[in-house]
């Protein structure tokens, strides 16, 4: 017999275990201070490139600020994390104190 408390709930998420998401790999990506290309984002992350510009979106609704230059050369445009949503910037300044 099984108790309730050992019981999933239906529709409950796995917990993240160390697995990196595709999300975390964008996010490691732009952070670079180079910043990263539409095309080597795709590249890397396996997506099509309006995919790519879509996830780019998606992380500016979630309250990162992406910005991006076009070299002053010519050529495409690249584009990197200026600055983090202050609840992800809490997390680090946390996992920080608790790995130290």
Not at 37 to 65: F, M, N, P, V
Not at 90 to 95: D, G, M, S
Request: avoid cysteine; charge should be positive; hydrophobic fraction near 35%.
């Amino acid at each position: 017999m099984t108790t309730t408390s050992t019981m999933k709930k239906p529709g409950a998420k796995p917990k993240k275990q160390g697995r990196v998401t595709k999300k975390d790999q964008l996010i490691k990506l732009l952070s670079a201070k180079a910043g990263a290309d539409i095309k080597a984002l795709s590249d890397k992350l396996g997506w099509q490139q309006h995919t790519t510009r879509a996830a780019l979106t998606g992380l500016r609704k979630a309250g990162y600020e992406i910005a991006w230059e076009k070299p002053a050369t010519g050529g495409v445009p690249k584009y990197r994390i200026v600055s983090a949503p202050a609840r992800v910037q809490a997390n680090l300044v946390a996992e920080t104190n608790h790995a130290g």
